[in-house]
Every structure is written in structure tokens, then in C-alpha cells.
């Protein structure tokens, strides 16, 4: 099993930034993805950014070089830095975790409102 941790997001003015985190602790080591996912308010939850344990990422076509996901691995955590926020950045972000055999968990999420 695997326990997942948020911290971060709250309310942010448009155009401001800030950074969510999320510890992992618990069935580490058959780790091989982490991911940042978000869910407005009546919207299908969607991928933002995610990192493999081999430092390579994706991101959504939305983010537009405006967030940055890194991991520290000594950590086990696995931070999205958002920059440039705008009105419809608002939502709940989950943090994901995706084990060999494509077993994801879900950490409960961390609210971002962008209002200024």
C-alpha cells in the first residue's frame, strides 16, 4: 500500500503562483510514476503533469510551460510548482501514485482557487 500526503494550493490571485506537494510513504519501492490531477467543479477529473522515476514528464497542453513537476526522490515527495495562474486553474489537484502492474493510488486532494 501506499500513503499519500498533499500540502499547498489555497487561494491565489491570477497571474500569482504557488506550489503543491505531495509525500509518499508505505509500498515505495514498486513506484514508477507520480502524477498531479485535477477536477473542477462539475468537469472530468484530468491529468496536469506527472514524473517517472527515470525523471521524464508529461504534461497537459493547458499548463503551457506554466507549471514545472519535480521529484525528490530522497523525499519521497513530488512537488507541481504553478506559475501564472488563471481563473480556470481552479480546482481540487490529486496527487497520484502509479505502482508496477498499474496499480494507482490517489492522495484526497488539495484545493487551488485562483480569485482575485
Known amino acids: 500500500q501506499v500513503q499519500l500526503v498533499e500540502s499547498g494550493g489555497g487561494l491565489v490571485q491570477p497571474g500569482g503562483s504557488t506550489r503543491l506537494s505531495c509525500a509518499a510513504s508505505?509500498?515505495?519501492?514498486?513506484?514508477?510514476?507520480m502524477a498531479w490531477h485535477r477536477q473542477g467543479t462539475g468537469k472530468q477529473r484530468e491529468l496536469v503533469a506527472g514524473?517517472?522515476?527515470?525523471?521524464?514528464?508529461n504534461y497537459a497542453d493547458f499548463v503551457k510551460g506554466r507549471f514545472t513537476i519535480s521529484r525528490d526522490s530522497a523525499k519521497n515527495t513530488v512537488h507541481l510548482r504553478m506559475n501564472d495562474l488563471e481563473f480556470e486553474d481552479t480546482a481540487a489537484y490529486y496527487c497520484?501514485?502509479?505502482?508496477?502492474?498499474?496499480?494507482?493510488?490517489w492522495g484526497q486532494g488539495t484545493q487551488v482557487t485562483v480569485s482575485s
Open positions: 497520484q501514485v502509479v505502482r508496477y502492474g498499474g496499480i494507482a493510488h
Open positions: 508505505g509500498s515505495l519501492s514498486s513506484i514508477y510514476y
Open positions: 514524473i517517472t522515476t527515470a525523471g521524464r514528464t
